[in-house]
């Protein structure tokens, strides 16, 4: 085992060398699976109304590259733009500290202070900028044209060759998409081709949609946020808005980080607090509908990667990629959450970073009651109420959670005074969630007794009943586990309309076999109803069918089924 | 006529286990016949789910002691009822929780009123 831990450390160690060692030639691999997987829908609608695949290709990547390129060009003029105006930006803003300095103290005061070492600093930049212009000018008169030219365009020459190598990946990735695709179907699964390439080709369509929707998302938040800015008057509103959809990659914190430099240049050049007020609660209000209305109801009510993971994850590739790893955190963890959930050799990663909690409801309760946490396992079944119903609940909390106690038990993972402390416990939690819900009316007229078969769980499952139908005032009268000839003697001095047999599975059948036989002898006209949780029972079918042998008037399998039966009966 | 519980007839002794088997069907109920404890034991493992155990107690490789012993101890198989078909003391019954003894040559009356007792039949 230890060895074990030890090679998954090694193994991942050297996994983020590669990582972090590739980074030259893994960034563009992974930028130009992102484009490919943004692209493909586009490109396969178009081939879908009978344009052939290079023209799709052509079309699709030609608008890619156009916008980008306008976007670029129009960008690269505001930041220039912006940068000749710098110098007196940060004059305006010197002056304006100068003016709060004299005019408050405080907190304000210490937001000013860091505003002018801030003013400073830039002050520094652009003097040491223009330095360097003018060491340059000095070497240019020594040089030719064509020295000039290499120096002008050297800067530019690795950006452009990047984008490049991208370009001709995403090409080649969209051209041989299908191809792309068998490789990593049979590297993954050759055994089962047929199962692999359905989920993979679940994964991928679930990762376009996904990738791509995100992406008009952000365009279009960056979009309204341009817009918004250029009507609150900010100048080099559509960089702000670019930077902002940028950003908003980065998980949670994305709109906020893209807020800080418009409502400063605000705070620059605007003489009062309006406009920088307006900028960031624009920010804010834009962020808020888009986070929590637009996303989910575009994208449906999950992302299925857990926020956490995602900031985790943003830190990690940031770390290791810097500002590219920053754009490519969100496609990259949501890629390895969705391959995790459909390959299942890479299922740590689906619960690692998936949004879905590590534990059912039911096992999450089981745990915590296991754990004596009664109040959280009272919130874990209220959480479920409040989405459901309390019967809907109890069957899919807190019934499974008592299978699980049996399973537990029969395998001896838990004694027999721990069952009971088990059962003890969720009776406790049943009353505090029975306390929270009074009668909805009082409503008895037939008599109706809860007979255990066998356990004090057999009981408790009747109380669960009882709590259910006690909301439509029809109360039910739990007995005792007592030996069961005994039992058949109470039930029999009380004479009930109804009979409620639990029997958990497997162990409580037998008795509630006999129970029903010796009740229905004594009681012919009495309704038999047994309540028996299948889940775990591999011959359900035949064990009802005895049951309804032996005297059973009706044999359900949920606490909602057995809540019907016994309004039913009620009715009658 | 069928009364529809299950017993499972456990004997070393072929001559003893059909004529049980055959007194039992004649009750109406449906019997199914194993060797030894370990046999048995197969037989519920495999899900057959009998209202009631008969079992000898002297049976080569899972004696009807172990076969008891097990049966109590697990919480899938401690309430199905046992007679025994031998002679036991209160206190060897008392150890193995089991609902009836009788020597053999058994009381055949005696022994079918115990089990429509302990069926509920």
């Given at each position: 085992m230890r060895s074990l831990k030890v090679s998954v450390v090694v193994e991942a160690a050297l996994l983020v060398a590669i990582l972090a060692l590739g980074k030259t030639v893994l960034v563009p691999i992974a930028l130009a699976f992102y484009f490919a997987f943004v692209l493909t829908p586009p490109a396969e609608a178009l081939e879908r109304v009978g344009v052939p695949r290079s023209l799709s290709l052509l079309t699709v990547v030609g608008a890619a590259v156009s916008g980008f390129a306008v976007l670029a060009a129009l960008l690269f003029s505001q930041i220039a733009s912006l940068a000749a105006q710098l110098q007196s930006y940060s004059q305006q803003i010197t002056h304006k500290i100068a003016m709060l300095r004299e005019g408050s103290m405080g907190p304000l005061g210490a937001l000013s202070g860091a505003i002018t070492s801030l003013g400073q600093l830039i002050n520094a930049e652009a003097s040491d900028a223009n330095h360097s212009a003018a060491q340059v000018r000095l070497v240019h008169e020594d040089t030719n044209a064509l020295q000039q030219l290499e120096a002008t365009l050297r800067p530019l020459l690795q950006p452009l060759a990047f984008a490049g190598v991208i370009l001709v990946l995403t090409v080649f990735m969209l051209a041989l998409r299908e191809d792309l695709r068998g490789r990593i179907i049979q590297l993954l699964g050759p055994q089962n081709v047929t199962v692999t390439t359905r989920t993979m080709s679940e994964a991928v369509n679930r990762i376009s949609h996904y990738l791509l929707t995100q992406a008009y998302i952000n365009l279009s938040f960056g979009a309204v946020i341009a817009v918004g800015l250029s009507l609150i008057g900010l100048p080099y509103a559509l960089l702000w808005g670019a930077v902002a959809g940028l950003l908003r990659?980065?998980?949670?914190i994305g709109a906020f980080i893209a807020v800080l430099l418009p409502s400063l240049i605000a705070f620059a050049i605007f003489p009062g607090w309006r406009e920088t007020g307006l900028t960031v609660l624009l920010f804010v209000v834009i962020d808020v509908l888009v986070g929590n209305f637009i996303e989910p109801w575009v994208m449906?009510?999950?992302?299925?990667?857990?926020a956490l993971a995602l900031l985790i994850s943003t830190l990690f590739w940031t770390w290791l990629w810097g500002p590219l790893g920053l754009v490519l955190a969100t496609p990259l963890t949501v890629c390895a959450a969705v391959v995790g959930r459909h390959v299942p050799r890479l299922k740590f990663l689906a619960i690692a970073l998936g949004d879905e909690p590590g534990l059912s409801p039911s096992v999450d309760f089981y745990q915590r009651v296991l754990a004596g946490a009664k109040g959280d396992a009272v919130r874990v079944v209220q959480r479920q109420v409040s989405l459901t119903s309390l019967g809907e609940a109890l069957d899919a909390v807190v019934r499974p959670s008592l299978m699980l106690m049996t399973r537990d038990q029969s395998q001896q993972a838990i004694d027999d005074s721990a069952a009971e402390q088990v059962v003890k416990d969720v009776v406790d939690v049943l009353e505090k969630l029975q306390g929270k819900s009074g009668p909805?009316?009082?409503?008895?007229?037939l008599s109706v007794v809860g007979l255990p078969a066998e356990s004090p769980a057999d009981g408790l499952l009747l109380k669960m009943l009882a709590a259910v139908t006690h909301q439509v005032g029809l109360p039910i009268d739990v007995m005792p586990v007592m030996p069961r000839a005994e039992a058949v003697e109470a039930v029999i001095k009380r004479k009930p309309g109804m009979v409620c047999i639990g029997a958990m599975p497997p162990g409580g059948s037998v008795n509630a076999r006999f129970l029903c036989r010796r009740l229905r002898a004594a009681l012919p006209q009495c309704m038999i109803l047994v309540l028996l949780p299948a889940e775990i029972e591999a011959h359900v079918s035949e064990t009802a069918a005895r049951l309804r042998e032996a005297g059973a008037s009706q044999v359900v399998f949920t606490i909602r089924e057995a809540d019907g039966a016994v309004r039913q009966a009620m009715s009658k | 006529m069928a009364n529809g519980c299950k017993i499972l007839v456990v004997d070393d002794d072929i001559a003893n286990r059909e004529t049980l088997a055959g007194v039992l069907e004649n009750e109406g109920y449906a019997v199914a016949m194993a060797e030894d404890g370990s046999v048995a034991m197969s037989l519920l493992k495999n899900?057959?789910?009998?209202d009631l155990i008969l079992t000898d107690?002297?049976?080569?490789?899972?004696?009807g002691w172990e076969f008891c012993e097990a049966l109590k101890k697990s919480t899938v198989w401690r309430s199905i009822p046992v007679v025994v078909l031998a002679g036991m003391t209160p206190e060897q019954r008392g150890k193995l929780q089991v609902e009836g003894a009788f020597e053999k040559p058994t009381d055949v009356p005696t022994l079918l009123f115990r089990i429509n007792e302990l069926c509920g039949v």
């Open positions: 990659f980065v998980p949670l449906g009510k999950r992302t299925g990667v857990s909805v009316r009082a409503a008895a007229s | 899900g057959f789910d009998p107690l002297q049976m080569p490789v899972v004696s």
